[in-house]
């Protein structure tokens, strides 16, 4: 039988390096992580390592990506029931923004003549209430029929 290191042409001096040097380096990789482990948890509460500066990150990431407009309107999807109150809120859901123009739809044809009627105070409101969205005007639409010509004489 012909031993495996002549098959493959390996020289036996280096065996040992080619085997033991991916564990080495395994070893020191653990033995790093140990080491930056412990020094996170000696600077925990230390200046520099406060949250505050993370948010700060992150804020800087969505305004140089654009993103602040559509977290303001997800902010103004998330706080409807406190802008608008729990009963208007539970008839009608904001659709889109575009354009500063806020877009509600009505659960019915009855709570969209309601809500015309509150435009005013509804736009005041959102404005007063989340700075960070300019709504210039408000529309409502009623709820979409289902199927074309679903309704006839």
């Known amino acids: 039988m012909i031993p495996v290191y002549k098959i493959l042409k390996l020289d036996t001096r280096k065996l040992p390096a080619i ?23 000696e600077n ?22 654009n993103w602040n407009k559509q977290l303001n309107i997800a902010k103004l ?17 904001i659709s ?3 354009n500063e123009v806020l877009i509600i739809r009505a659960q019915s044809a009855v709570w969209a003549t309601q809500l015309s009627y509150l435009l005013p105070q509804l736009k005041e409101k959102i404005n007063n209430n989340l700075s960070d969205i300019k709504i210039r ?4 639409i009623g ?10 004489r």
């Open 19 to 41: 085997i033991f040097e991916p564990i080495n380096i395994k070893a020191e990789r653990e033995n790093n992580r140990s080491i930056r482990a412990d020094k996170a948890w």
């Open 44 to 65: 925990f509460g230390k200046p520099g390592r406060e949250p505050r500066a993370f948010c700060g990150i992150l804020q800087s990431f969505a305004s140089n990506n």
């Open 77 to 93: 999807r998330n706080s409807w029931n406190e802008v608008v109150g729990e009963n208007i809120a539970n008839h009608c859901e």
């Open 96 to 98: 889109q923004v575009i």
């Open 137 to 140: 005007e408000i529309k409502v």
């Open 143 to 152: 709820p979409t029929t289902t199927g074309l010509g679903s309704w006839r």
